[in-house]
T-cell receptor, first 117, second 113 residues
């Protein structure tokens, strides 16, 4: 069964509005979750690492004020795209990591397709 | 800067025609090499993790191997349902104690019946 869920699976929003995407770890508690973005025919690019109870760590070139991440519990992280623009249209995918010694795999959610009109 | 290069970009096989996908990498401090399968419009599905040169792992028609500079994903007697994009990623330590995955662009595999 699924290890990670995301909601919504698809969202269309107007330019200038904000969109929130949820990522849930279903099988285990995840102190660390990751957010990726994937453009068509491109690879996954890490946007930020989300740590429960602390501020997210953003990759170079990712605006932390635009992509707000909240990791409020051990099973839920949210990504809010603020003041979305058409160039933010992409496939957003979260992942959770099972810690070393327990399995050490990194599992991905089904992704959220964001279209900004 | 960590780099992952996958080849070929696309591969067409006939059902039953075995082949291999390549993933070459340049990293400082490898903490694991991952293989994933990704179907269109879906998130990556975990296949294997390899940690050290010489390690091999198998799952059904797939076998992954690792050397100090590259990894291969061998597909034996593929079936049409094996058609997907196969992604390779290397894990390194980033920003203290956090791990980070760097992905290649993937190999699009098409298996014709």
């Amino acid at each position: 069964g699924a290890v990670v869920s995301q909601h919504p699976s698809r969202v269309i929003c107007k330019s200038g509005t904000s969109v929130k995407i949820e990522c849930r770890s279903l099988d285990f508690q995840a102190t660390t979750m990751f957010w990726y973005r994937q453009f068509p025919k491109q690879s996954l690019m890490l946007m930020a690492t989300s740590n429960e109870g602390s501020k997210a760590t953003y990759e170079q070139g990712v605006e932390k004020d635009k992509f707000l991440i909240n990791h409020a519990s051990l099973t839920l992280s949210t990504l809010t795209v603020t003041s979305a623009h058409p160039e933010d249209s992409s496939f957003y995918i979260c992942s959770v990591q099972r810690l070393a010694g327990v399995g050490d795999e990194q599992y991905f959610g089904p992704g959220t397709r964001l279209t900004v009109t | 800067e960590d780099q992952v290069t996958q080849s070929p970009e696309a591969l067409r096989l006939q059902e039953g025609e075995s082949s291999s996908l390549n993933c070459s990498y340049t990293v400082s401090g490898l903490r694991g090499l991952f293989w994933y399968r990704q179907d269109p419009g879906k998130g990556p599905e975990f296949l294997f993790t390899l940690y050290s040169a010489g390690e091999e792992k198998e799952k059904e028609r797939l076998k992954a191997t690792l050397t100090k500079k590259e990894s291969f994903l061998h597909i034996t007697a593929p079936k049409p349902e094996d058609s997907a994009t196969y992604l390779c990623a290397v894990r390194t330590i980033s920003g203290g104690s956090n791990y980070k995955l760097t992905f290649g662009k993937g190999t699009l595999l098409t298996v014709n019946p």
